[in-house]
């Protein structure tokens, strides 16, 4: 009997707790969807448009440059690499061989012959 009873009473609180715990948990989702929803209706198209606009052209930080200044650097670094490459003698550059830069052998070799024929 008094078994059956603390079982009853012990079933009856974890009841409770986990109502309660669905009550806390339902109101917090309801605040942070409400958040969520009034953070994304306060965004506008313009203000996304203004944000890309300043990322592209806006002034840039030496660690962090703008798009504009990232798209520079890379043009005077290739253009640089290219009057370098041009100075240089065409001997400087190895003519590709198929024989020699070749990743693996020309002759394919099964795997399976390896295992059969050590």
């Known amino acids: 009997m008094a078994n059956e009873k603390n079982a009853n009473d012990d079933e009856a609180k974890e009841e409770l707790s986990d109502q309660l715990r ?9 605040v942070q969807g409400q958040e969520t929803t009034e953070s994304f209706s306060a965004l506008t198209f313009e203000e996304c448009l203004d944000a890309q606009i300043q990322r592209i052209e806006g002034p840039g930080t030496d660690i962090r440059p703008n798009v504009l200044d990232r798209i520079k650097k890379v043009k005077e670094d290739i253009l640089s690499a290219i009057s370098q490459i041009k100075q240089l003698p065409d001997s400087f550059f190895k003519t ?7 990743v693996t052998s020309q002759e394919p070799v099964d795997p399976i012959d390896k295992v059969y024929n050590p």
């Open 22 to 30: 669905r009550s806390v948990a339902s109101a917090y989702a309801f």
């Open 96 to 102: 590709p061989n198929d024989g020699e830069d070749a």
